[in-house]
């Protein structure tokens, strides 16, 4: 008697198990095709920074390289050496650059992010809503404007040109703030109620539990840093960052077609270690954190 009963609550199980197994595998199929067209870009460019010059220009064109050779990274570092700045210096202008920009981004962004999600002041809704219109301009719309403020600052050819503009960050500060927001009350009243400041609780006690968003922040913000161009405000070769060398020398023609390709993926690998650092920081974190009232 209980086989009987038990038989058609079994068969249902089986086949709740069953939809839930091929739901599991088309979700698999439609990540892995999703997750092959954004690595297909990179593959392109490292086959074909691995291609001889003659192999680059072959119609129609392959997916692979015949004649694989690394002769193209050779030229990129002779190019870059050969030149009036050696090639470690367009290194460390561009580490400067990033590094700066990066910290900043995170210390400032989480600072006013901290004032405008956690504070109470007049004007509050109306900078919030700025907030969210500027994220909606490039930086070229106020390019002119960053111009003739540097100018009258007596920054241009100088890296705070490249520095100071790149600071203040809508989306960092966006981010930094809906995850700020997201914090109970309580924990910061509770602070107040032991005598601690604002400042102390922003960076003892708010900041500590956004690290998910912090990681966040600095895959963006290190990404955009490293590929700034500077020629729009230095011009003294001796300050100018490694994307600009590098976009100055694919641009000398076909000859140094290869050399650029090299070029590219070079430019690829630090943003793509910070990314990988800083994504399994914010798994774990994600994963091991959080705050629940």
């Not at 006013?112 to 719309?141: D, E, H, M, T």
């Not at 100018?240 to 070079?266: D, E, I």
Request: hydrophobic fraction near 55%.
């Amino acid at each position: 008697m209980t086989k009987k009963t038990d038989s058609p609550k079994l068969r249902a199980s089986n086949r709740q198990a069953g939809k839930k197994y091929g739901g599991t595998v088309c979700i698999f199929i439609f990540l892995a095709v999703l997750g092959a067209f954004m690595v297909f870009p990179i593959y392109i460019a490292v086959v074909m920074s691995i291609k001889p010059v003659e192999e680059l220009f072959i119609f129609p064109p392959k997916l692979y390289a015949v004649q694989p050779t690394l002769e193209n990274f050779r030229d990129m570092f002779l190019l870059l050496r050969n030149g009036q700045v050696p090639f470690s210096r367009y290194a460390a202008n561009s580490v400067l650059v990033t590094v700066s920009i990066t910290g900043c981004q995170c210390i400032f962004s989480s600072m006013a992010a901290f004032v405008l999600a956690k504070c109470r002041f007049p004007g509050q809704k109306l900078i919030n809503s700025l907030i969210v219109i500027a994220l909606l301009y490039q930086s070229s719309v106020i390019y002119i404007m960053q111009y003739i403020v540097l100018a009258k600052l007596h920054l241009i050819d100088t890296p705070a040109a490249l520095i100071f503009p790149s600071i203040a960050s809508p989306m960092g500060l966006f981010l930094m703030r809906q995850s700020i927001s997201q914090m109970p009350d309580e924990i910061i009243e509770a602070a107040k109620a032991d005598g601690a400041g604002l400042f102390r609780i922003c960076w003892q006690i708010v900041i500590p539990n956004q690290k998910p968003a912090l990681m966040t922040l600095i895959i963006f913000a290190f990404q955009s840093a490293w590929s700034l161009q500077s020629g729009s405000f230095v011009f003294s070769e001796e300050l100018k960052t490694l994307p600009t060398v590098v976009q100055q020398a694919a641009a000398s023609g076909l000859a140094r077609a290869g050399a650029a390709m090299a070029a590219a993926v070079f430019m690829l690998i630090p943003p793509a270690v910070v990314f990988i650092i800083a994504q399994k920081n914010v798994i774990r974190t994600m994963a091991h954190s959080g705050i629940k009232q």
